[in-house]
């Protein structure tokens, strides 16, 4: 019974070790996606400059789905 007992005591650690290395490993991913999206709003305004008439028109016509424009009166 003790090693019964003892061996449940191991199951439910490497259990908790497991879930913890996931929870680690998702963390990191998270950190790498948020530093590269960082990275870039660093070098946004660089790459914008480049960009012709049209690249910058299809751009932002990429985050709006309609625009009106109305007469002031």
Do not use: C, P
């Not at 991913?29 to 946004?44: A, P």
């Amino acid at each position: 019974m003790r090693l019964d007992k003892l061996y449940d005591e191991i199951e439910e650690i490497e259990t908790f070790i497991e879930a913890v290395e996931t929870r680690l490993y998702n963390i990191k991913q998270e950190k790498i996606s948020g530093d590269n999206v960082y990275q870039f709003l660093l070098f946004f305004d660089n790459l914008y400059d480049r960009f012709t008439d049209m690249e910058k028109k299809i751009f932002m016509k990429s985050f709006l789905e309609d625009g009106n424009i109305y007469e002031a009166e």
